[in-house]
């Protein structure tokens, strides 16, 4: 009997993403440029993945410096460095074990750091408190939450344990309750009306998971993703409510609370509405909420092992302490995370102008995260060309625009949706001329495709 016979049924059950063909694609038709094969474009441009230094978005020169002079300390011998990069550094490599991030730090992360993350969330939450022992810093977000479900879920239960999970939700997520064994319990997010978390649907969808499975948790990602919504104050208030009503555990995914680009929009974290809602709301529901450097302006990945690496400590001390007015690396810092910001607002101005002025396409606004999420109705012809190459018809549609026009997206197929609907999901955190050329490509390449099967 082969090994892999004897691998959990739970994982066996995880689907393979759609993407994951397109990146395949990808890496080959990189290979055949790379070898001269003529195509109608010279480079792929690759926006499938909220990655803003693929995409060519600028480091952050204050962050690069800290963690440089971290990882190699005779930089800040002399005066290479500015004043406080060396302050900044000297205080956090005082803060590491040996004086080295190659060092172990302790397990809910290094005591120092743990209190300056304390210390932002109450100023983002407007002076809640906010306690250290309640945090955990941990490789990522995914593994924190991915964590968190592994004590939630028991996978012997009968009936299983269920967890609401919003439609459509970031891919990872999904495969993660699969894996073990917890049963997805899907609510639909309304598109029409700029994707709203409505408590209706919240509701229509426990009452479908009598006699399926126990529901003990609700997910929510606020600003969203791949659907780039940004709940309202009475949005939050109204969910913390049903959760304390329904006796769920609250799992709030806010990493791209930085991401606000609405100009009446704001983001509002669940801890500070569910500590402003006061007892005995406050007292009762379960609230575990979920922050990253990586989804942050600095847009830095240290998730790699599955133990909060130290150079990641440093980077989220940075994230959370920038530099302030007066400090040498004030203004630069200022001008790049400006430059960073008017960027997206103008790529999230772009998107909806371009993509709403093509036929067969609806793009909601983007009011916040790192995703633009628009709808794609296709011509019947094109459904059924889909259906005789064996694949979806957004991922038909992605493989399509992949080949003629160069351009990597993710079909909406991998983060649910609503049946008979489709959907392309591409990073909108972009240098302002890739973005250019990304909406170039795809309208010149859209036209053509509706025109074919029209």
């Not at 639909?188 to 509701?203: D, F, M, P, T």
């Not at 104050?233 to 769920?248: D, M, T």
């Not at 609370?257 to 005995?280: D, I, N």
């Not at 989220?316 to 007015?325: F, K, R, S, Y």
Request: aromatic share 8%; hydrophobic share 40%.
């Amino acid at each position: 009997m082969s090994v892999l016979q004897e691998i959990s049924s739970n994982v066996r059950n995880m689907k393979q993403l759609e993407n994951s063909v397109l990146a395949r694609r990808t890496t080959q038709i990189k290979e055949e440029l790379r070898q001269g094969v003529r195509k109608s474009y010279k480079e792929v441009i690759d926006v499938s993945w909220g990655d803003p230094h693929k995409a060519g978005v600028k480091p952050l020169s204050f962050v690069r410096q800290v963690l440089a002079a971290c990882l190699y300390p005779q930089l800040m011998d002399g005066d290479k460095l500015l004043v406080d990069v060396r302050q900044r550094a000297q205080r956090l490599l005082k803060a590491c074990t040996g004086g080295s991030v190659g060092s172990y730090s302790a397990t809910a992360g290094i005591p120092e750091i743990v209190q300056r993350v304390s210390e932002f969330i109450m100023r983002r939450d407007g002076g809640v408190p906010s306690h250290p022992e309640n945090i955990y810093i941990c490789p990522g977000s995914q593994w924190a939450l991915t964590n968190i479900l592994t004590v939630l879920v028991n996978p012997k239960a009968s009936p299983r344990t269920g967890v609401l999970t919003p439609v459509p939700c970031h891919s990872t997520t999904v495969l993660s309750l699969t894996m073990l064994g917890a049963v997805v319990v899907p609510y639909y997010l309304r598109e029409e009306s700029g994707w709203a978390l409505e408590v209706e649907e919240l509701q229509r969808a426990l009452d479908s998971a009598k006699g399926v499975c126990n529901p003990l948790a609700l997910y929510v990602i606020n600003p969203g993703n791949p659907a780039g919504y940004v709940q309202s104050r009475k949005s939050v208030q109204e969910v913390i409510q049903f959760a304390a009503e329904k006796r769920l555990f609250l799992l709030a995914d806010e990493v791209y609370q930085e991401c606000v680009y609405g100009e009446k929009t704001e983001f509002v974290s669940y801890k500070r509405a569910l500590a402003e809602m006061g007892p005995p709301l406050s007292d009762r529901v379960e609230l575990a909420s979920f922050h990253t450097a990586s989804k942050s302006l600095m847009g830095d990945l240290f998730s790699t092992n599955a133990c909060a690496p130290v150079l990641g400590q440093i980077a989220l001390d940075v994230m959370m302490n920038p530099p302030q007015p007066g400090d040498p690396s004030y203004h630069l810092y200022v001008k790049e995370t400006q430059h960073i910001r008017t960027s997206v607002a103008e790529n999230v101005k772009r998107v909806d102008e371009v993509i709403n002025s093509l036929p067969g396409f609806s793009c909601q606004l983007v009011e916040g995260g790192a995703f633009a999420f628009p709808r794609l109705f296709l011509p019947p012809k094109a459904t059924k060309r889909a259906e005789e190459a064996g694949m979806p018809p957004d991922t038909f549609y992605c493989l399509r625009l992949l080949e003629e026009a160069g351009v990597l997206l993710s079909p909406g197929t991998d983060y649910g949706q609503k049946e008979g609907t489709y959907h392309i999901r591409f990073c909108i955190m972009t240098s302002l001329d890739i973005m250019e050329e990304l909406l170039r490509r795809l309208s010149i390449f859209h036209k053509r495709f509706m025109k074919e099967f029209s």
